[in-house]
């Protein structure tokens, strides 16, 4: 879906904008629904002739001044097109995740020797696409993703809706998590660190956000069950999948993100969009959002010891819960926010067509 948010904002600021999906998904119906100009290729097979020879036709149909795509993966039906249409627009890419898999080998270098640039959502993924493709560092540029900062605005928010909803007093501190049920969210240590801090403090409340995906069932009922073998379940909230996470995030004082490995982490952006101090742990995209001492207290994951710690440092300091809310949501106002996002990539954009122009 962030596809399709980054086609409006460009929409949106003017740029005429195509997007090319696969036939039924959910992208394809929201673009529809969205009324986006948008075409469909079922790329089911790497180099399929058939659908490599649909995307040319396209290309030539339209005449594009630039592909960009979020999943490297096209590059296999993008590249052999823009080579058999004999188009030399510029390909840019965005990098989502880490890979492990070095792919430097002699068909790879030809395929990403089209590229004219790779995006890196953050540092870590930088670094990633550095050492595992044929990229030099003169083409791979560091962009981060982005929120709705207006969406996620505590002024726009009611405080009260979430609370009411499941009977919390005021006087109650809420604390929370949002993330699917999956191996390496952090639900264990979360749970774990909320047996010791409901152990030192009564007035205190857990939230756990989200649902798991498809094949992720048994994992979020051990997840339920570990809850009860700690017996916070009176302390604890499991409020399945929600949409309303603005008006969730709205309900909490606390915000913990505990995850062992995160490419970037929206789920934290969009906290301290909404003022919230976080205990986030010290990994990955992590260290391009949270400021430890400033936003945040960060934590050697996976220790869940060290969560109860620093969440029960924000308890104990209402002060510095104000001040770390106030300052991440400057931080996301200055790094983070959707049009900010999106101007730097039209100027990616424009820079790259012009050079294109130029050659």
């Known amino acids: 879906m962030y596809a399709l948010q980054t086609v409006k904002q460009l929409i949106k600021r003017g740029c005429s ?185 009564n007035n205190v409340k857990f939230l756990v956000v989200g649902e798991p995906s498809r094949g992720e069932e048994e994992y979020a009922g051990r997840i339920k069950n570990l809850a009860a073998e700690l017996k916070i379940t009176d302390k604890l909230i499991f409020t399945g999948f929600r949409k309303d996470i603005p008006q969730i995030l709205a309900a909490l004082d606390i915000f913990v993100f505990p995850s062992h490995a995160e490419a970037f982490g929206l789920a934290l952006v969009e906290a301290m969009s909404m003022k919230l101090p976080s205990v986030c742990s010290n990994s990955d995209g992590v260290l391009d959002i949270a400021v430890d001492g400033e936003t945040s207290l960060l934590f050697e994951k996976k220790n869940h010891a060290e969560i109860a710690d620093k969440v029960i440092a924000l308890i104990n300091d209402p002060g510095k819960r104000i001040a770390f809310g106030e300052n991440a949501r400057r931080r996301v106002l200055e790094k983070f926010d959707f049009d900010v996002f999106t101007e730097k990539m039209i100027n990616i954009f424009e820079k790259q067509i012009a050079r294109s122009e130029n050659n």
């Open 17 to 201: 904008t195509d997007l090319l999906c696969y036939p039924d998904s959910r992208l394809c119906k929201e673009a529809f629904g969205a009324e986006i100009t948008s075409y469909q290729i079922r790329f089911e097979s790497y180099l399929n002739p058939f659908r490599i020879i649909e995307l040319r036709n396209l290309l030539l149909k339209n005449r594009y001044d630039l592909i960009h795509t979020d999943a490297t993966r096209d590059l296999w039906i993008i590249v052999p097109a823009l080579k058999l249409a004999g188009l030399n627009i510029p390909l840019l890419f965005t990098k989502h995740i880490g890979s492990s898999v070095i792919k430097k080998d002699p068909i790879h270098k030809w395929l990403y020797g089209r590229v004219d640039l790779g995006l890196a959502i953050s540092s870590v993924i930088k670094n990633n696409l550095s050492e595992t493709t044929p990229l030099g560092e003169d083409r791979i540029l560091l962009l981060h993703d982005a929120i709705d900062t207006e969406l996620f605005n505590p002024d726009k928010t009611d405080h009260q809706k979430i609370r009411n909803e499941f009977r919390i007093n005021k006087d109650e501190l809420v604390i929370g998590m949002t993330a699917r049920f999956s191996p390496g969210k952090g639900h264990e240590e979360f749970l774990l660190a909320a047996r010791k801090i409901a152990s030192s403090f």
